[in-house]
């Protein structure tokens, strides 16, 4: 591949799009947006606006109008595997946002195709980037950590997700990252707007809250045997780095996103992509995350996480 732009196309153009994605794509050297795809004109003609790149209605029409080299998914979770699965057939490797799908079936699909898609679990960019670094490098740990956010605040396009399947992913994926584990066991109480967690891996317990209905507040905590604190990462509003190039109104996400971002574009150029989330990886927080739906559906108790291997 050259040293020239990378040619992407966007293919769903709600408020991730707009917000999230559109800021830091103007400002990634080497990269450029230059074709949206969504079925709301009104929507893909903001986005398209913002990025200064063609619309299309259908996904199909945008990859047989413009040449790509990458493929970012921002629809809704029920529609990514049929994107990705276009992509792929486009030998296009697309960058697919959180969760992969509803379930681990669908992730399990996603990480089976050639090219193998990326999955866009930013939280890695943001306190995985922070934290990292001060994780012990043996021995148990335990993690403590809470993301909410009020959904109305938020303004989206559709009705969104549950909480379990809008947040928990992120944390999952984020726990799985910071330790270096495998996931084995999970007990879980989920509603529409909140949900807890207790994961345990092979080497951490893990306790989990997410909201939809309560004011932006973001936490990990890390903690060695003995409950000493390694680290801890509270929600801070950090304009710097990236986001102070994007734009100094720029929402707080656009700097992990930005960073994603370029992660992306080196993964394209063949490069080391650094902490970027593998669809394998994306996979396994399904698994996670369909069993703390059966757990949640025999109330609370602790239910094993399917299709992980450990060895002695």
């Known amino acids: 591949m050259s040293n020239a732009a990378l040619r992407l196309g966007l293919v769903g153009c709600g408020r991730l799009a707009e917000i999230g994605y559109a800021p830091p794509a103007r400002a990634t050297p080497g990269v450029e947006i230059v074709a949206v795809a969504d079925p709301d004109r009104s929507r893909r003609g903001i986005v398209a606006g913002k990025l200064g790149a063609s619309g299309h209605a259908r996904v199909g029409e945008l990859l047989a109008a413009t040449s790509l080299d990458g493929l ?86 559709a009705r969104g997700d549950d909480a379990l399947l809008d947040l928990a992913p992120h944390l999952i994926d984020l726990a799985l990252f910071l330790t270096g584990s495998l996931p084995l066991a999970v007990r879980a109480h989920a509603a529409r707007d909140r949900a807890g967690l207790v994961l345990a891996t092979t080497r951490a317990e893990v306790q989990i809250q997410c909201a939809t209905d309560r004011p932006h507040h973001e936490l990990v905590e890390i903690r060695s045997a003995g409950g000493r604190l390694a680290g801890r990462a509270a929600s801070a ?25 370029e992660a992306y574009a080196r993964a394209l150029r063949g490069a080391d992509p650094g902490p970027l989330a593998s669809a394998a990886e994306g996979a396994a927080v399904m698994r996670v995350l369909d069993a703390a739906r059966r757990s949640d559906a025999v109330g609370g108790d602790t239910v094993a996480v399917e299709g992980v291997s450990v060895t002695s």
Request: hydrophobic letters at 45%; charged letters at 20%; a positive charge.
């Open 72 to 157: 970012v998914v921002c629809t809704p979770a029920e529609q990514h595997e049929e994107v990705a699965t276009l992509a792929a057939q486009a030998g296009l490797t697309a960058l697919v946002e959180k969760p992969p799908a509803p379930d681990a079936a669908g992730g399990l699909r996603i990480a089976a195709l050639r090219p193998a898609p990326w999955i866009a679990f930013n939280r890695r960019f943001d306190q995985g980037l922070e934290l990292i670094g001060r994780v012990p490098p043996g021995g148990d740990l335990t993690l403590n950590m809470v993301l909410h956010y009020r959904r109305d605040s938020w303004r989206p396009v």
């Open 237 to 261: 509003g950090r304009l710097r780095g990236v986001l102070a190039r994007v734009s100094p109104g720029a929402h707080p996400l656009v700097r992990s996103l930005a960073l994603q971002l």
